[in-house]
């Protein structure tokens, strides 16, 4: 079921794609209910993939269209993980100051929180005369899992 902070957050989008006079096809609809229906991190192709279970008619170029306007209403976040693709964050609206480890063998990403880096954080800010107002924390990682069992949840090996 979505969250109440979801609908909002959807319902900003819109707001947002009406305030600079931007058409609401059914194509961006789909786009858009699929971005606020996941909390898994994504990639444009897995977004078009998504979109396109909905709907077949859904194109590469609308999501391509799409993405940099989701980023520019500070509703969803691009990552990069120096892969040669960007990675999307769709908690960012629900929750914008989370940190992010992600795996080098299956690419999963876990966010997490951490009352030492918020601490760090304070502590490094009031030393310096600042309020941090965000951070953005990555953690490259490689799986335990395919490394012990050969597979992972995300990735079989090769």
Not at 37 to 42: A, G, I, K
Not at 137 to 148: E, G, I, M
Request: proline residues 3%; glycine residues 2%.
């Amino acid at each position: 079921m979505q969250s109440e902070a979801r609908k909002k957050a959807k319902r900003k989008f819109i707001d947002f794609l009406e305030e600079k006079n931007l058409r609401i096809t059914d194509q961006r609809r789909i786009i858009i209910d699929t971005v606020f229906d996941t909390e898994e991190h994504f990639t444009a192709d897995q977004l078009l993939e998504w979109a396109r279970q909905k709907d077949r008619s859904v194109s590469r170029a609308t999501v391509y269209r799409t993405l940099p306007l989701l980023t520019e209403s500070h509703l969803v976040h691009e990552m990069d993980f120096g892969k040669p693709y960007k990675f999307y964050d769709p908690n960012y609206s629900d929750h914008p100051n989370h940190n992010h480890l992600i795996c080098e063998d299956c690419e999963k990403i876990v966010e997490f929180d951490s009352e030492k880096i918020d601490s760090i954080e304070n502590q490094i800010g009031q030393k310096l005369g600042f309020t941090v107002k965000s951070q953005k924390l990555q953690l490259s990682a490689t799986c335990d899992k395919l490394k012990k069992n050969g597979v992972c949840e995300k990735k079989a090996c090769d």
